[in-house]
């Protein structure tokens, strides 16, 4: 008994002298707290349960002030600097909208893009792993900047091997909200980046708490609205989604309550994005100061697109939820100036696209849209909009290497899109038709 007692005493007493945890840099990946695992009966019968189990164990997270535009953790990039360079060349459009560059060369080396160009100017490594992709076309990796359910593995990977390397997660089931479980799906290259927002903000008794049965973060003023975002951006939040939604009468947030919202997610560098369902959730969500919003309105009269165009605010419309309707509001946003960002919302509603949202494509063609307007929308604007503008959406220099490649041209098909002859994510190869 003694014995084991000195023992006990001396493992408490190394514990005690163990070193306190040094500062750590913002673009290290920070590991946020693990939710305890929650009665069943918190979540309602009819929501269905989930297939992520909740660990019982607890970490504490270092609160974090996110830059701007947002840093990607040196853990979402290759770290095999082993890894063979390569090289691709083919026909190159690079998302920012300009014209595709014929017989272009572009190198990628330790998970970024290291260089990019004519092959005339561009040098190619002699060790290189050269890929000539004739009949192609070379692309950005497309993002998806509005799905639901992306922590799950199956759904993710679906995303990632349709060439969509990227997903913005807009509303998980609240406290189920699992910024943990995006962290360690992050790691996998095979899986699809995830961009987090957590919970759905909305006012007590408000949709889709009442109406759709989607359990929520309600507050009930601006202080507590203050708080509970800054709890969430420090937990881990990449963006912050309000639901605006005066559809049957329903109660919604106030003007001051969503701008004490804005200006706390704002203060930390976090976007804020916008559920709405009509022209007055849409004003109010612009005076608050809401990045982008989501979803159609009947019509877009001319001083609030002059509004929207002015304050920059971006417009994802997921066109396919309203059977393709648009009321001619895309066209008339773009010719005005705004900026159109591609998502879908699928993930969670029954018979939305999961992949390569085509059906979205198609829609937004049919609605006025240019193939090109529709590329730089899944691309540049969808990257925005994630708040990795100056990371992805792009092939850059410096960049991360997020690739599609498709057989044919979409500019003059839009249908190629969905026949992938390459995948490249973060560096890596994660699918390859080539080879066939």
């Known amino acids: 008994m003694k014995k084991n007692s000195v023992c006990i005493v001396l493992i408490l007493l190394l514990a005690a002298c163990r070193p306190a945890a040094t500062a750590i840099s913002p673009t290290v990946t920070i590991v946020p707290p693990l939710p305890t695992a929650i009665p069943p009966t918190v979540m309602p019968a009819q929501i269905p349960p989930t297939s992520i189990s909740v660990p019982t164990e607890m970490h504490t997270a270092t609160p974090t002030v996110s830059m701007t535009p947002m840093q990607v953790p040196s853990t979402m990039v290759s770290t095999a600097k082993d890894r063979n360079i390569i090289v691709l060349v083919g026909t190159l459009i690079d998302g920012t909208g300009a014209e595709p560059l ?8 330790d998970g970024y893009i290291s260089a990019v160009g004519s092959r005339k100017d561009v040098e190619i490594p002699s060790d290189a792993n050269i890929i000539e992709l004739h009949g192609a076309t070379i692309l950005p990796g497309f993002i998806n900047s509005h799905v639901h359910n992306a922590y799950e593995p199956a759904l993710s990977a679906k995303w990632a091997q349709a060439g969509v390397t990227t997903v913005r997660d807009l509303g998980a089931r609240y406290p189920f909200f699992l910024f943990y479980l995006r962290d360690k799906n ?3 290259p095979s899986l699809a980046t995830v961009i987090s927002a957590g919970p759905l903000i909305t006012n007590p008794g408000g949709y889709p708490i009442v109406g759709s049965n989607f359990p929520s973060l309600a507050v009930t003023n601006p202080d507590h609205a203050r708080r509970e975002v800054a709890h969430l951006i420090s937990d881990g939040a990449d963006v912050i989604k309000i639901v605006v939604d005066s559809g049957e009468g329903l109660p919604t947030l106030s003007l001051e309550t969503a701008s004490a919202i804005v200006e706390t997610a704002h203060q930390r560098n976090v976007p804020v994005a916008a559920h709405i369902s009509s022209l007055r959730d849409l004003w109010l969500v612009l005076d608050a100061g809401v990045d982008d919003f989501s979803h159609i309105v009947p019509v877009l009269p001319g001083d609030l697109l002059e509004q929207m ?3 920059n605010v ?3 419309p997921t066109v396919e939820t309203a059977g393709g309707y648009d009321a001619g509001n895309l066209r008339k946003l773009i010719r005005a100036g705004g900026q159109v960002a591609l998502g879908n919302d699928s993930g969670l509603l029954p018979g939305i ?3 390569m949202p085509m059906r979205e494509i198609e829609m937004m ?7 090109m307007e529709i590329i730089v929308a899944v ?3 969808a990257a925005h909009v994630c708040n990795l503008e100056d990371t992805l959406g792009t092939l850059e220099v410096g960049k991360i290497a997020d690739i599609l490649v498709v057989n044919g041209d979409p500019l003059v098909n839009l249908q190629t899109l969905a026949d992938v002859r390459l995948v490249i994510h973060r560096g890596m190869i994660i699918r390859d038709s080539t080879q066939k």
């Open 309 to 311: 165009v002015i304050d």
């Open 353 to 355: 696209e999961i992949g």
């Open 314 to 316: 971006y417009w994802v």
């Open 186 to 188: 992050n790691e996998d």
């Open 379 to 381: 691309t540049r604007n």
């Open 102 to 109: 014929e017989d272009a060369v572009i190198i990628i080396k």
């Open 365 to 371: 063609h049919a609605a006025g849209m240019s193939p």
